[in-house]
């Protein structure tokens, strides 16, 4: 009985942390004439871009939410011809390159006003290009590709975008075989090139510290296509072995950063897709983990966990069997996120995660609120793009944890206390933690404390000069109660009234002269129905209206 109790407690705790594969989403993305697609992941959704046979629009952009909803379309290219479009960035930076007749071509998002802006292009010799890559970190926008030398080779060039300007071109390789295949990958202080040279597989490393080019590397001879990939403190290689006639095997091949010295080839599967649109995609998590995809009898994954320096076994992504036109592989703190487009059947772009437990919230802090003083936790927003709220706690002297908010923003404004560091009667701790669609809890944040004054009290703490203000009424959404929080920079006549969404008034919470302060009233909406309701409140010259939401 015993040895039966602990089992199901095990399942139990296991279920409340599992992270696993979410179910296939099927997007209203439609490509019938796709070519080829990448991906990129951030705190703001799931970015692709769409390489298309079309005579226009050739280039387009998508950006999904982690359920698979499509919120943003924009066409990057209007002309047709444009071929091997990468996506590269982080939080603030967006990138697409590709070629274009005789320039390689590189936009950039504009977070600001939400458009694409051109890059100066890179000018090519001829049309002939042979597959286009990027990686971005601090230092800019890292870009390799092959172009046709016109003497039957193909050489591979890097830039690196800084600025809107490509600088610091370099030739990588002098001889390529055809194509040449160039990828590109970042490690802290390197940027790695893989490429095809005279029948090898070949990397050479710049050296991003003193900017300097090492020597070149030979791995092996093969005529596949091949992947570099940086990931804890080695550098992977995986190619393709192609036995005429009967199968391709995919290998890998690692070494450390720094070092020349490569493993032994291994065996990573037996029977892959030959074709370009469906080379190796690889990524690294937070964890340390590299991680790939491949298309083989359906999409599979593996992984390889630095701790134990070996490679998981296959999973098999898509369904059984599916072959895939492209896909796209990328990642954002530990989930993944896999697009792809099956070679039969429906013409939509499907969807997989990953979906990890979220990372705790970090660099929690508490200030003043401008204007009204009241006591403000902010933390800086996840990274991961399948955040659905923050939960706040907060504890009162040395009082037990209490949850005091859900919100979907990444800081809290304490309608109870207004900060008082140094002079406040009350000692207030906060810590938060974050939630993923999935319904996995991150762990807590760190914990950050302050003295702290009660609500109502008039005084002003620390010089801190009142100013008029309307919060936003706390919780909201609400059942059937919520606190509406204001503050008056001077003594005089107060009102503050709820409305419904018609303007009919449906309850005066405050008619009075009050003096100057921070001020709290309670709505109590139990004899109401579910729906939003406006509230107003006029004091002297100042009017502010917010709205709220009661749901039953």
């Given at each position: 009985?015993?040895?039966?109790?602990?089992?199901?407690?095990?399942?139990?705790?296991?279920?409340?942390?599992?992270?696993?594969?979410?179910n296939?989403?099927?997007?209203?993305?439609?490509?019938?004439?796709?070519?080829?697609?990448?991906?990129?992941?951030?705190?703001?959704?799931?970015?692709?871009?769409?390489?298309?046979?079309?005579?226009?629009?050739s280039?387009k952009?998508?950006?999904?939410?982690?359920?698979?909803?499509?919120?943003?379309?924009?066409?990057?290219?209007?002309?047709?011809?444009?071929?091997?479009?990468?996506?590269?960035?982080?939080?603030?930076?967006?990138?697409?390159?590709?070629?274009?007749?005789?320039?390689?071509?590189?936009?950039?998002?504009?977070?600001?006003?939400?458009?694409?802006?051109?890059?100066?292009?890179?000018?090519?010799?001829?049309?002939?290009?042979?597959?286009?890559?990027?990686?971005?970190?601090?230092?800019?926008?890292?870009?390799?590709y092959?172009?046709?030398?016109?003497?039957?080779?193909?050489?591979?060039?890097?830039y690196?975008?800084?600025?809107?300007?490509?600088?610091?071109?370099?030739?990588?390789?002098?001889y390529?075989?055809?194509?040449?295949?160039?990828t590109?990958?970042?490690?802290?202080?390197?940027?790695?090139?893989?490429?095809h040279?005279?029948?090898?597989?070949?990397?050479?490393?710049?050296?991003?510290?003193?900017?300097?080019?090492?020597?070149?590397?030979?791995?092996?001879i093969?005529?596949?296509?091949?992947?570099?990939?940086?990931?804890?403190?080695?550098?992977?290689?995986?190619?393709?072995?192609?036995?005429?006639?009967?199968?391709?095997?995919?290998?890998?091949?690692?070494?450390?950063?720094?070092?020349?010295?490569?493993?032994?080839?291994?065996?990573?599967?037996?029977?892959?897709?030959?074709?370009?649109?469906?080379?190796?995609?690889?990524?690294?998590?937070?964890?340390?983990?590299?991680?790939?995809?491949?298309?083989?009898?359906?999409?599979?994954?593996?992984?390889?966990?630095?701790?134990?320096?070996?490679?998981?076994?296959?999973?098999g992504?898509?369904?059984?069997?599916?072959?895939?036109?492209?896909?796209?592989?990328?990642?954002?703190?530990?989930?993944?996120?896999?697009?792809?487009?099956?070679?039969?059947?429906?013409?939509?772009?499907?969807?997989?995660?990953?979906?990890?437990?979220?990372?705790a919230p970090?660099?929690?802090?508490?200030?003043?609120?401008?204007?009204?003083?009241?006591?403000?936790?902010?933390?800086?927003k996840?990274?991961?793009?399948?955040?659905s709220?923050?939960?706040?706690?907060?504890?009162?002297?040395?009082?037990?944890?209490?949850?005091?908010?859900?919100?979907?923003?990444?800081?809290?404004?304490?309608?109870?206390?207004?900060?008082?560091?140094?002079?406040?009667?009350?000692?207030?701790?906060?810590?938060?933690?974050?939630?993923?669609?999935?319904?996995?809890?991150?762990?807590?944040?760190?914990?950050?404390?302050?003295?702290?004054?009660?609500?109502?009290?008039?005084?002003?703490?620390?010089?801190?000069?009142?100013?008029?203000?309307?919060?936003?009424?706390?919780?909201?959404?609400?059942?059937?109660?919520t606190?509406i929080?204001?503050?008056?920079?001077?003594?005089?006549?107060?009102?503050?009234?709820?409305?419904?969404?018609?303007?009919?008034?449906?309850?005066?919470?405050?008619?009075?002269?009050?003096?100057?302060?921070?001020?709290?009233?309670?709505?109590?909406a139990?004899?109401?129905p579910?729906?939003?309701?406006?509230?107003?409140?006029?004091?002297?010259?100042?009017?502010?209206?917010?709205?709220?939401?009661?749901?039953?």
């Amino acid at each position: 009985m015993k040895k039966t109790i602990l089992i199901i407690v095990l399942i139990f705790s296991g279920a409340i942390i599992a992270q696993s594969w979410n179910n296939i989403v099927t997007t209203t993305i439609n490509e019938p004439n796709l070519v080829q697609l990448e991906n990129f992941a951030n705190r703001d959704g799931i970015h692709v871009v769409v390489q298309n046979s079309n005579s226009t629009n050739s280039i387009k952009y998508y950006r999904f939410n982690s359920s698979g909803v499509v919120q943003t379309t924009t066409t990057i290219e209007t002309q047709g011809g444009a071929e091997f479009p990468n996506i590269a960035g982080d939080n603030d930076h967006l990138y697409i390159s590709y070629r274009l007749g005789n320039n390689v071509v590189t936009k950039k998002y504009i977070y600001a006003n939400g458009t694409w802006e051109s890059q100066s292009p890179i000018s090519l010799n001829n049309q002939n290009c042979g597959n286009v890559d990027n990686a971005y970190d601090y230092r800019g926008l890292h870009l390799v590709y092959s172009e046709f030398d016109g003497s039957n080779s193909y050489k591979t060039n890097y830039y690196l975008y800084a600025t809107t300007v490509p600088s610091n071109n370099f030739v990588v390789n002098n001889y390529a075989d055809y194509l040449g295949w160039p990828t590109i990958t970042l490690s802290s202080n390197k940027a790695h090139v893989g490429f095809h040279s005279e029948g090898y597989v070949k990397t050479r490393d710049k050296n991003l510290i003193n900017n300097s080019w090492e020597s070149t590397q030979s791995l092996v001879i093969t005529d596949g296509n091949e992947r570099v990939q940086s990931g804890c403190d080695k550098l992977f290689d995986f190619y393709d072995d192609l036995v005429p006639g009967i199968f391709v095997n995919l290998y890998v091949k690692e070494r450390d950063i720094n070092s020349s010295t490569w493993s032994s080839p291994q065996l990573l599967n037996y029977s892959v897709s030959p074709y370009l649109e469906n080379r190796v995609r690889s990524t690294v998590t937070y964890d340390g983990k590299t991680h790939i995809i491949y298309q083989s009898s359906q999409l599979l994954h593996r992984s390889y966990t630095c701790s134990e320096g070996s490679w998981s076994s296959e999973f098999g992504v898509t369904d059984y069997p599916s072959f895939t036109q492209s896909s796209g592989l990328s990642s954002a703190s530990n989930d993944l996120y896999v697009v792809y487009l099956e070679t039969s059947g429906s013409t939509y772009l499907k969807y997989r995660q990953y979906d990890a437990a979220p990372f705790a919230p970090q660099n929690p802090q508490l200030s003043a609120n401008p204007g009204n003083g009241m006591v403000r936790f902010s933390w800086t927003k996840n990274n991961e793009a399948d955040i659905s709220a923050y939960e706040v706690w907060r504890k009162i002297n040395t009082g037990s944890w209490q949850l005091i908010s859900t919100t979907s923003n990444n800081y809290f404004v304490d309608p109870t206390y207004y900060y008082a560091p140094g002079a406040g009667d009350f000692m207030v701790t906060y810590k938060v933690r974050a939630k993923d669609v999935g319904n996995y809890f991150s762990a807590y944040s760190s914990e950050v404390s302050t003295r702290a004054e009660e609500l109502g009290k008039q005084k002003v703490v620390n010089n801190l000069e009142l100013d008029y203000g309307l919060l936003q009424n706390y919780p909201n959404p609400f059942n059937p109660s919520t606190k509406i929080s204001y503050s008056i920079k001077e003594e005089g006549l107060v009102i503050l009234k709820v409305y419904d969404v018609l303007g009919k008034e449906i309850v005066t919470l405050v008619n009075e002269s009050k003096p100057a302060g921070v001020y709290e009233a309670e709505f109590n909406a139990s004899q109401l129905p579910s729906g939003m309701y406006i509230y107003k409140i006029q004091a002297g010259s100042f009017s502010d209206v917010k709205k709220m939401i009661l749901t039953k």
